[in-house]
Each structure stands twice: as structure tokens, then as C-alpha cells.
């Protein structure tokens, strides 16, 4: 057993989600997540009980953002220190999100080795931000405008645009974590055709299983 573990909470509105985060985090035996929580207000509760560590915090939760819950983490237990995860490449919210007190922000996409590199960056103390994040936010100290979108941005961008419609109906219910069997019923076709698809959409886009296939649907607004 490691000499010390890290405690860490989860705080996201997508249980799936959180089943996928906790996965990751299980690789390591030095890291025990010691609560989950689906909104901002029951993780104000698991603060003051379990004293965590480092906390994850999505950006986007009901009700208190988890950009004001890291401000008031902060308040609760200054030694906790929070990592921000979250679908948004985005410069202002990341800008926010520092400036309330998270010392990480990572994004979902890459919630995986650079998950867990940031846990052990905010458990000593030290600050591990998406770098195509750094890169927006030194843009800011620099005071550089941000970039506009181009025009007539496709919705389907690469891998999405390789599935056919059917595979893209089988991964919004996959996302909606709806069986094979579920699947089936609703699509009126059968089991083995939904496994066809979900075999088709894995190689795709280059994932391994449903909880990745989620997380990149609902990083990328499909859902």
C-alpha cells in the first residue's frame, strides 16, 4: 500500500461520467475517491466531511457552477485544491475558473494520463492546464483578442462526420446509457445489428468503450 493517498471527490451532473472518471482514478492505488457528487450543492456537504485533497469539478453543473464552487471549496478548506474538467476550450471560462482558485484545468477529451498527471501536480502544489488551454490563457496576459470562429462552422467535424446517421442515432442513445437491448427496441432492429454499430462507431473514433464514447458525445455537444 502507498505510504500516503490521495483523497480526491468527483463533482459531475452526468453519472456516466463520473463512472468513467472514477475508472481512470481506480488505475491508481494511491488515489481513493472518497465521494461523488451530481451537483454543487451536495458537494458542499462532502467538502466539510471528507476533507479531500484535490477536488474535479465540472464546469457545467445544475444549479451553482463549478466555477462558484471552487470559490467556495477555497473557502471551506484552502489546502484543498481544485482541478477543473470540462468540454469547453474556451479562454474566458478557463480565465475564471483560475481566478476563483482551481490550480488545474483539464479537459474531458483528455481525461485520462493527463487526468491523473494533474492530480499529482495539485497534490503538490503545482498547476497542470490543457495545453491548448495555456496556450489561450498566455494569450491573455499578452493581451491578445480572442479569435473569432470561422463562418459556417460544420456541426460534424472529424471522427463524427465518418459515422452514418444510423451510428450517430446508436451513439446519442448509447450516451443516454441505453442498453444494446434498449437500443434495439427503440431503433426497431436487432441486438446483433446494435453491436455491428457500436463496434463501427468504437473503431471510428478510436475508443475502446461506451463510458469514452460518452464523454467524447457530451464533450462535443452531441448530446
Known sequence: ????TIKVIIVDDHDIVREGLRRILEKREDIEVVAEA???????DMLKKHNPDVCLFDIQL???????LTERAREINPDCEVVVLTMFDDRELATRAIKAGAIGYVLKANANQQLLD?????YRGESLISPSVARKLLDVLAGLPEPKEPPGDVALAEPYNQLTNRELEVLKLIAENKSNRQIADELYISEHTVKAHVKAIFRKLQIDDRTQAVMMAIKDGLV
Do not use: F, N, R
Open 38 to 44: 451530481a451537483s454543487a450543492e451536495d458537494a458542499v
Open 1 to 4: 500500500m502507498p505510504e500516503k
Open 62 to 68: 445544475p444549479g451553482m457552477s463549478g466555477i462558484e
Open 118 to 122: 494533474a492530480i499529482d501536480a495539485a
